[in-house]
C-alpha cells in the first residue's frame, strides 16, 4: 500500500514564525501535492511539483512556498505565518501518468497564534 | 480556470436507504472525475473514478454517473451502512502533465441507525 507521511499531526505556531511541513511518500512517485482544507471550500491546492526541484503554483500560492530537494520528500514553507493560515494541510502523491489516483496523508492541523 | 460545485453539503438518510451526491464541472475539457471519501482524523481516501468517455461505474454498493453534456457527475451509494458516515469529495481534472484536481466542497454523510 502507498503511504504517505506527514510528520505532524498537530502543530501550534505564532504570527511571524517560519514554519515548515513535511511529507514523505514510499511509493516512488513523480508528482507530489500540498492543499490546504478549509470548511465549505472543499481542498485548495497550494503548490504541486512533478520532480525533483521542480515547482508548479496551484490556486492558492501566495504566502507560501516549497522544497522538493529528494523524490520522496515535498515540504511547504510558511515564510511568515499569518493566522489566516490556520488550517488543515494536506500532502498527496501521485504516479506519472494519466488518471493515476492520488494518496493523502492524514494531514497536519495547524494553528497560528 | 475549472470550477466544481457539490451539492449537497450535508445528507442524512436512514441505514439502508440510498444516498446521491451531484458535481457539476465548468471545463468541458475535464475529462477525469474522481470521488473520495475521508473519514474523521484520516486523509480523503479515492473510492471511484471515472473517465470522460464511460457514462456509468459500479462498484459493489457505490456508483458514478457522467452527463458531458450537462457537465455533471454524480455518486450514489445504496444499501447505506453506518461505515458510510463520512466527507465525500468530488473532482475534477484535465489529463495534462502532473493532473491537477479541482475539488468539490465536500458533502458530509450521516447514515441514521
Known amino acids: 500500500d502507498v503511504k504517505v507521511t506527514q510528520s505532524s499531526r498537530y502543530l501550534v505556531k505564532r504570527t511571524g514564525e517560519k514554519v515548515f511541513l513535511e511529507c514523505v511518500q514510499d511509493?516512488?512517485?513523480?508528482?507530489m501535492f500540498w492543499y490546504r482544507q478549509d470548511p465549505g471550500l472543499g481542498l485548495r491546492l497550494i503548490y504541486f511539483s512533478y520532480d525533483v526541484k521542480m515547482k508548479e503554483k496551484g490556486d492558492i500560492p501566495e504566502g507560501y512556498s516549497v522544497s522538493r530537494e529528494k523524490k520522496e520528500r515535498f515540504s511547504l514553507i510558511l515564510e511568515s505565518a499569518s493566522t489566516n493560515q490556520t488550517s488543515m494541510y494536506l500532502c498527496?502523491?501521485?504516479?506519472?501518468?494519466?488518471?493515476?489516483?492520488?494518496?493523502f496523508g492524514d494531514g497536519t492541523r495547524l494553528s497560528i497564534l | 480556470g475549472e470550477n466544481v460545485e457539490q451539492h449537497p453539503s450535508t445528507l442524512s438518510v436512514q441505514e439502508g436507504d440510498s444516498a446521491v451526491i451531484k458535481c457539476t464541472y465548468s471545463?468541458?475539457?475535464?475529462?477525469?472525475f474522481p470521488w473520495y471519501k475521508q473519514e474523521l482524523g484520516k486523509g480523503p481516501q479515492l473510492i471511484i473514478d471515472i473517465r470522460s468517455n464511460v457514462g456509468e461505474k459500479k462498484d459493489q454498493r457505490i456508483a458514478v454517473t457522467l452527463n458531458k453534456t450537462a457537465k455533471h457527475f454524480s455518486l450514489h451509494i445504496t444499501e447505506t451502512q453506518p461505515e458510510d458516515s463520512a466527507v465525500y469529495f468530488c473532482a475534477a481534472s484535465i489529463n495534462q502533465g502532473a493532473q491537477k484536481l479541482v475539488f468539490g466542497q465536500g458533502t458530509r454523510l450521516t447514515i441514521n441507525p
Open positions: 498527496a502523491s501521485s504516479s506519472f501518468g494519466f488518471n493515476q489516483p492520488q494518496h
Open positions: 511509493m516512488d512517485h513523480e508528482n
Open positions: 471545463d468541458s475539457a475535464s475529462n477525469y
